[in-house]
C-alpha cells in the first residue's frame, strides 16, 4: 500500500535494499575475478644479450632474440650500429620476417611491408615497427624499452 | 515494465509453469526441518566448486612437466590465484562434509522409505562421484605428498582378487603411476566426473520435486497436520541466509588458511614420512592400517576392502534392506548410523595421532 | 536382526571372528623409527611453497575484504530475515494459496 506522499511502499524499499546490497556484494567479486583473468602482460623491461652472439653479423643482416613471449629482431646496420625491433606486425600481430635481398620486413598474414627501418610501407599496418634500444655494455647487449624523447 | 518483460519470456519459454510449481511445492516445518538445508548447500558449494575449477583451469597445466609448476605460477604470479585455489580446496572440503551429513540425516530420518528409494541411490552415486573428485584433484598438484596418497589410494583396489588389477591399471592408465595417470585424472576430475554429477544431480532433484518433501518418522506418526512453507518465496529466503553465512565461513578460512605446495613429486624417491590422504579418507585409512597382513591366509588388505565393498553396496541398498522402518529392524539400521558416525570419528581421530 | 533373548551365537561369532582376525597379527612387530633430523626438516620446509599475501598494502586489502564480506552478510542477513518475516506474514494470510503471479 502506498501512501500519497511516499515514493515507495515499504515493501519496495526492503526489496530495494536487499538487492543492492546484493548486487554490491556481487559486484564486488568481480574485480578479484576479473583481475584473475587478466594476468599483467609478461614483456620484460630489459633483456640482456651476450654480445658475442651478435659480433659476427654481417651489416645490413638480422639476427633473432627472445624479448619476452614474443620474438625480437637485432639488425646490423651498414655504418655497424645495432637496432632492435619487436618483430610483430602493427596491424594483427603476426610475427614478421625480414627479407635481407629486399632490404624489407614482410607479414605474410595480409601482406605488410616495412622498410629496413620498420617504417610501414604497404599493406595495412597502420604503424612502424615498435623500436627498442640497443646498448653495448663490455660482453653484453642490454636491449631495453625505448624511450620516449 | 516487470510484468512487461516477464511475458515476454514466458511466452517464448513458458517459464510461469516452473514459477508456479515453486510457489506451489511445500516444505514442511517441524523440529527436524534444519536438516533440510544440507542439500542446497551441497548444491552451492559444488557451484563454488566449477566457478573457481573453471578460473584454476585457465593457468592449470595437466602434464608432468608442466603440473606443478603451473599450480605453483597460480600461486605465485597469477593475480589473487593463491586465493582461487585455496577456495577451491576448502569448498572441496565444505561439500564432502556437508554430503556425509546430509547423507547421514537421510539414514536417520529414514527418508530413503517408499516411495524415495532411487533418490537415495542416486545419492550414493553422488557421494562416490564427489569422493572421487576429492581424489583425482588431489593428484593434480602433483607433489610428493600427493603422488604418494595416489600411489596408495589406486593400489587399494589390486587387493580384490581377479578384478582388483585390472582396476588399478585403469586407474594409472598402467602399471605405475606416471604422466598418464595425472592427464587420466585430469580428465576423470573436470570433464567426467562434473558431468555424471550434473546428470545425477538433475535425477535426484527431479525425484524430490515431484516426490515431494519427506517427513521423518516421528513427525509422521503424530496424527495432527504439520505446518507448510511454501518452498517459493519463504523457504528459498531461509536457505539463503544459510548460504551467506557458509559462505562468510567459507572466504574466511580461505582467506587465513590458504593450502601450500610441496615440489614436485620425483617418481623414484621413497615415500615422504606423515604420508596421510585427504581428512574425508582418513577413517578408511586407519581401518587399512589396523587389519593384520594376514587373516586365516587370506591377504589381511583383501578382507579389507571387500568388506568396504560390502558396506558400500549395503548403504546402497538401504532403503530396500529397511523395508520395516517403523519395527525392531528399522530401529537396529538407525542405530548402524550412529555406530558409523562412532567409527569414523574415532578412526579419523585415530589416525591423526 | 536380534531377536528375543539368545545373544550366545553372537558372542561365540564374534569370538570367532576376533580369533581369526588377530591369527594374522606379528606380535614381535616394531614401531617404524621415525626420525627426522632438524636440517631435512628445514630443507623440507623451505622447498614448499606457501600463499601468503605479499606485502602490508595486500595483507590490509585482504583483511578489509573479509571485513566487507562479513559486513555485506551481516547486513543482508538482516534484511534477509525482515524479508522473510513479510513473506511468512503473507502466507498465514494466506496470499500464496492459489496466487499465480
Known sequence: MKLKHSFFTRRQFLNGLLGGWAGAFLASFLYPALKFCFPPTREPDQVVLPFSDFEDMEPGSVRNFSWGTKPGMLKKRADGSYQAFVAVCTHLDCNVVYLPDKKKFFCACHDGWYDENGVNIGGPPPNPLRQLSVKREGEELIITKKSVE | MKTGIRSWLDERLGISSIAGFLRKKMVPQHRHSLWYYTGSAILLFFAIQVVTGFMLAFYYKPTLEGANQSVARIMTEVPLGWIIRSIHSWSASFMIA?????????????????????????????????????????????????????????????????????????????????????????????????????????????????????????????????????????????????????????????????????????????????????????????????????????????????LMFAAAILLFFLPIIDNKPAEKKGKVITFFAYVFIVFAVTMTVWSLL | MIRGKKPAPVFLLLLVFFLAFFSGYDLAQQETPEEQSQAAQAEKEQEKIVSSPKNIKESTGLYVFVGWIWLAVFVLVFFLRLKIKEVDRLNRLGYFSNKKK
Open chain 2, 98 to 306: 556437508f554430503v556425509f551429513i546430509h547423507l547421514l540425516s537421510i539414514w536417520i530420518a529414514k527418508s530413503y522409505r517408499r516411495p524415495r528409494e532411487f533418490t537415495w541411490m542416486s545419492g550414493v552415486f553422488l557421494l562416490v562421484f564427489t569422493l572421487a573428485s576429492g581424489f583425482t584433484g588431489y593428484l593434480l598438484p602433483w607433489d610428493d605428498l600427493s603422488l604418494s596418497a595416489t600411489k596408495v589410494g589406486t593400489d587399494i583396489p589390486r587387493s580384490v582378487p581377479f578384478v582388483g588389477v585390472w582396476v588399478t591399471k585403469f586407474l594409472r592408465g598402467g602399471e605405475d603411476v606416471t604422466g598418464d595417470t595425472l592427464t587420466r585424472f585430469f580428465s576423470f576430475h573436470v570433464s567426467i566426473l562434473p558431468l555424471l554429477i550434473f546428470a545425477f544431480i538433475a535425477v535426484h532433484v527431479y525425484l524430490i520435486q515431484k516426490l515431494g518433501m519427506s517427513l521423518p518418522l516421528s513427525v509422521e506418526s503424530k496424527k495432527e497436520k504439520v505446518k507448510e512453507l511454501p518452498f517459493w518465496p519463504n523457504f528459498i529466503y531461509r536457505e539463503m541466509v544459510v548460504w551467506l553465512l557458509l559462505f562468510g565461513i567459507l572466504m574466511t578460512l580461505a582467506i587465513f588458511f590458504p593450502p601450500s605446495l610441496e615440489k614436485t613429486a620425483d617418481l623414484m624417491a621413497p615415500a615422504p614420512e606423515g604420508l596421510r590422504p585427504e581428512w574425508y579418507f582418513l577413517f578408511l585409512f586407519q581401518t587399512l592400517k589396523i587389519f593384520p597382513p594376514k587373516i586365516l591366509f587370506i591377504n589381511g588388505d583383501t578382507i579389507a576392502v571387500l
